[in-house]
């Protein structure tokens, strides 16, 4: 099986400072917190494999060893179980240190295979990074012996060369393959399947140097969030079906976001390249989703190139973008009653927009709010169960929960507005009573049920295009950024759209964040800036 401890102790900003000796020089340090954790306060960072901040404390690679002061003196340990106590002395660059760690990266490399070129984590392993901090020293490896590979004995082959090998590419389940070969026995995994997913799918058999990475018999590995397991596996033994093979890393730039299908706003990155995004991977928040996304927020960017409304749509013939904007302006500001539909997908901003649109109709609109998704429970590790990931803000806007009444009152407009929302997918009944509005106007990032039923659709951004904030149910206001990812260029983001229809002259989204500000007291004084990468909790603000 695997070793498992406590969780790791980590800094948090009161945590009582302390005095210790590291490398012959007096600093100060979180009291209690993991050596590898206080270590990085002062700017020095241990290499490790097994350790991870949001995973119990394994110990079993040994990578992170330090010297510290005992009852024999200094002597070596792992600094991902040292505790910090005052006036301890540590030692990261000692003979023994430098000795110890180089051991285990020879140990490490001793039978791992050369699959660098064809690895998918190639650009982001720990045993590259280690190797070029803490390894470096010339191959002891015999030639006449060559390497011994690890693996399942069913799945043990012969190569072209005669060499046998390992497991490879081994089908775990729906979402994973594994390389046995390649395997370091960190057990990050199934740590992470134990103790996070709270299901053991994963675990390791055999002994000593015949171990290898499995499942337990007759079961795959599946679980809503089993591809967490080849983020927190440091080498490419664990990869994604979804991404194997797709692109190089060091190619992939990074967009900081939220997921805004759920209302905890799980902090992610959507990884770009030549203008395509090609994955979501989990971005760390130690008070949100700390190091997990769910398999959902995972794969959201295939979405993203997909049945994208990219033009204008007007009685089923597609016109340009400018013409379908325009018309949809004429009809908003000519109709006798027109019912905006406001939606919790959408970002204060984008919402902020509907209400000065509703606003300029002086009397003509009104805003309608909420949403017919069915709300789930919380799963415990990065989903809330609530697919509204901006339902707070919306209430924080003063729009209210009544798009049931909407349907009752279908009659009375002339014109709908229908914004972030695809109504006739979710509850096409209801849906089918607004049919009676003879204009119907859709604001889209795709074709869907609702665009199929508007008299005329107008395609805008989607999430991982716009730059906005959203509300998350603990009241912790969140960035969305912009990923250079737009499937057409003349595509704009809601806010300017609506800006458009409403004659607002709005020019950045900075004019609709400030609208926002003036009917949310708790934004008060928060900046774009202020707000930073991991979000800010709202005083007075009530999840």
């Not at 325009?326 to 905006?340: D, F, Q, Y």
């Not at 209801?430 to 395609?459: C, D, F, M, Q, Y």
């Amino acid at each position: 099986m695997s070793n498992s401890y406590h969780q790791p102790v980590l800094p948090k900003p009161d945590t009582k400072r302390v005095q210790i000796n590291v490398d012959g020089v007096d600093v100060e340090v979180p009291e209690g917190t993991n050596l590898v954790e206080a270590l990085k306060t002062i700017g020095i960072d241990t290499p490790t494999f097994c350790y991870h901040p949001d995973l119990p404390v394994a110990g079993n690679c040994r990578q992170c060893m330090i010297e510290t002061d005992g009852p024999r003196g200094m002597a070596l340990a792992i600094a991902c179980y040292t505790p910090v106590r005052a006036g301890m002395k540590v030692a990261t660059q000692s003979p023994k240190v430098v000795e110890a760690r180089q051991a285990v990266m020879e140990f490490q490399l001793a039978n791992h295979p050369l699959d660098c070129p064809i690895c998918d984590k190639a650009g982001e392993c720990s045993l590259q990074d280690n190797y070029m901090s803490s390894g470096r020293q010339e191959s002891r490896m015999r030639e006449e012996i060559g390497k011994q590979y690890k693996g399942s004995p069913d799945s043990k082959h012969l190569d072209s060369k005669g060499q046998e090998r390992g497991g490879k590419h081994v089908d775990l389940g729906p979402t994973v393959v594994l390389d046995q070969e390649r395997c370091i026995l960190c057990d990050r995994c199934t740590r992470f399947m134990r103790d996070v997913a709270k299901e053991e799918q994963l675990y390791i058999a055999g002994r000593g140097d015949h171990a290898f990475l499995t499942t337990f018999p007759g079961m795959q590995l599946s679980h809503d969030y089993d591809l967490n397991v080849t983020d927190v596996c440091p080498v490419g033994a664990l990869t994604g079906k979804h991404f194997r093979f797709q692109q190089r890393v060091w190619m992939l730039a990074k967009t900081e976001s939220v997921d805004p299908f759920d209302s905890l706003g799980a902090n992610i990155t959507v990884e770009h390249h030549q203008g395509h995004a090609w994955r979501i991977l989990p971005r760390r928040n130690s008070d949100v989703n700390k190091s997990w996304i769910s398999n959902r927020t995972r794969l959201e960017y295939q979405k993203l190139s997909k049945d994208r409304l990219t033009s204008g749509q007007f009685q089923k013939t597609e016109v340009p973008l400018a013409q379908a904007v325009a018309r949809a302006g004429e009809l908003v500001r000519g109709g006798r009653k027109v019912a905006i539909v406001a939606s919790g997908n959408l970002t204060l901003e984008d919402n902020a927009a509907l209400l000065a649109l509703s606003k300029s109709l002086e009397g003509k609109g009104e805003v309608f709010g909420g949403s017919w998704a069915v709300v789930g429970n919380p799963d415990g590790i990065a989903q809330s169960g609530d697919p509204v990931g901006n339902r707070l803000g919306l209430k924080l806007l003063g729009i209210a929960d009544n798009l049931d009444e909407l349907v009752r009152r279908a009659k009375e407009f002339d014109v709908l507005l229908v914004v972030g929302h695809d109504l006739w997918a979710l509850d096409a009944i209801k849906a089918k009573s607004l049919e009676v509005i003879p204009e119907r106007i859709v604001l889209s990032a795709w074709h869907n049920a609702t665009t199929a039923k508007a008299t005329l659709s107008v395609g805008v951004r989607a999430w991982a295009e716009v730059r906005g904030t959203m509300v998350n149910c603990q009241g912790r206001i969140q960035m969305l950024n912009a990923a250079p990812i737009l499937p057409s260029p003349d595509l704009e983001p809601v806010w300017q759209v609506v800006s458009t229809l409403g004659k607002l002259a709005w020019i950045s989204e900075l004019d609709a964040y400030l609208a926002a500000q003036t009917r949310i007291p708790a934004l008060s004084g928060i900046t774009y800036r202020a707000i930073g990468p991991l979000g800010r909790l709202l005083e007075g603000v009530v999840a």
